[in-house]
């Protein structure tokens, strides 16, 4: 009787959170001290769009370096990889584009000057505890202004301290090498000032001479093979430093503040395309992004909730280039930006909720060509961004939001996007959810697409976007099994949609407006965990998307109803792997992954000239973890691409063959 109460117990306290952010929660409890009880019962999910998430041990037995990689295991996500630990990397959600993807960093949009794009490759997994991906928006209205805004959110939650009972501070560290003179050294510490403040910092090194065996072949249109050959790639290595810290207090059990300080310094090579026997490029490039970002949240009165970020941000880029074959180049640019967001959420009734938000961002670039000595350029913006919201839940049948968001730059009138979340549970008692929702999303050309290099285009249109989406999905936990499935069908139509590709040299990109693109597709989702005898656990996650995005702009173009540049038909990823736990609390795991990119077109116009090889990858790891009094020692090895396929995600940019990484970690 004992033992069903105190059960209970805990699903009334996880049915009653469901509108607390799941990564703050957890905190919140070990920072007063209150120990986890695994349950089999979980309570029924509550998000109206139920989003993709990776964490704690999860992510952390990928095959997955930085969040990049491991953002290539949802579905409907399209990662462009230029290759190595150096490579640039940006996602891009249903076919969208990638400046339709906001990354959140601790609940603030990130921003780079590079490429207009936030290169995700360059945020390591190492101090990561959580990502989720949302289409739409998150499921609750008590968010910043801009976030309304995308078409698709991602999510990137750092590690929060925890401590028990008399403990004061943590220390952590590891030691990452493999393939390539791949050294990855970091270190970290955690430190509880007082009872509900605590300070965490993190450092982290990365380097790699990017120095990795391809095979470059090419088959011509009637079979006959153009050329084969093999080569080493050349200036792809890489020198970076990644410094964090973090103020974090939990002051009450509504409120808590936090301040977040990242510095990130990297000089690179950008190795190029593979053209015309070119086999090394003189380009380099260094970055240094800084910024300090401050949240603050409290709750009045069980009915009203304020929110209030702020955030500064300096980004420097410098990309030269005296390769004879290339345009000369030597060119710096400094982005500056302010940003304030000010939301509030007040209950009406238990059943109603309303939010208000504004958000202001204020730009700065300064673009210097140093090759001329007088050519200094200067660009600003001012950004607001208002949004009013509701939601409704009646009883466990329906929830419903509606939100409309203003969004107003300089020299432009202001445009309302609004959008609507529906979601339905026919069967209370059962975790089955048919979920809805139409939105529209606005957005202006950056910067970079604008004035970035003298192959920006400064007369590019902003980007309307219309979502549709509807998706089932359906959960069961026992004490056997833990299985999800998620289905569901989108319909995207773009105007003016604004597409972005390296042409020759990897920084210098290619932008122009498309006209009109509609992009259909599927996405199917599952994840599985079955509990067997002995302590051994099988986890199983499954993903697969299929879709259509074509150019239908003008039918009297040669590529009108074609796929659009860089978009496969079919792609999905398989991850499986087994868990073994002693009795004294060891674990071991063994996990194998695959993943698999369909054919597609690197032009706008789908010809056999044009056309893209599908690729997959094999990945296989294994590890164990070890307790022994306070420590905590962890040993992973990895073998990825493990039948070296040969394989581009970006034509005539060669990805690494078979590959080994290695790490030994530890925690005090």
Known sequence: MIKRLFILCISLCACSAFATNEAELDSLFRQFNVEEVEVTARALNKDIIIPQTLKGAELQRLNALSVADALRYFSGVQLKDYGGVGGIKTINIRSMGSQHTAVYYNGVQLGNAQNGQVDLGRFSLDNMEQIQLFNGQKSDIF???????????VYLTTRRPYFKEGERVHVHGQLRFGSFALANPNVGVDIKLTET?????????????GKYPFRYRRVLPNGETAYDTTAVRQNGDINAVRVEAGLHDYYSSTGFFRIHAYNY???RGVPGAIVNNVWRNGERLWDRNTFVQAEWKDEWFNRWSTRVLAKWANDYTHYQNYDERLLPANNEYLQQELYFSFANKIQVFKWWDLSL????????LDRDNLLVETETEHFNRHSHWLSAATAFNIKEYVRAQASVLM???????????PAVFFSFRPYPAIDLSINAFYKQSYRYPTFNDLYYTDLGNASLRPELARQHSI???YR????????????SYYYNRVTDKIIAYPKGQQFRWTMLNLGTVKINGVDAKADASIYLPLRFVLRTRLNYTYQTAIDVTDPNDTYYGHQIPYIPWHSGSVVL????????GDHYGLNYSFIYVGQRYCQQENTIYNYVQPWYTHDLSVYAEWAINRWWLKANFELNNMLGQDYEVIQNYPMPKQNVRCTLAFRY
Do not use: C, I
Not at 357 to 364: G, H, I, K, P
Not at 476 to 487: G, I, M, P, V, Y
Not at 577 to 584: A, M, N, T, V
């Open 357 to 364: 938000a504004y958000d202001y961002q204020y730009n700065v």
């Open 577 to 584: 792997g087994l868990d073994w736990q002693s009795r004294r």
């Open 471 to 473: 998706e089932v999905a």
């Open 407 to 417: 969004t107003a730059v300089d020299n432009h009138a202001p445009r309302v996007t």
């Open 197 to 209: 403040l605590s300070l965490t910092m993190d450092a982290e090194y990365v380097y790699s001479n």
């Open 143 to 153: 968010q910043s202004a801009r976030e309304f805004g995308a078409a698709g959110n």
């Open 476 to 487: 069961k936990a026992t004490e056997q099994f833990d299985l999800s499935l998620n289905a």
């Open 265 to 267: 310094w990297s000089e």
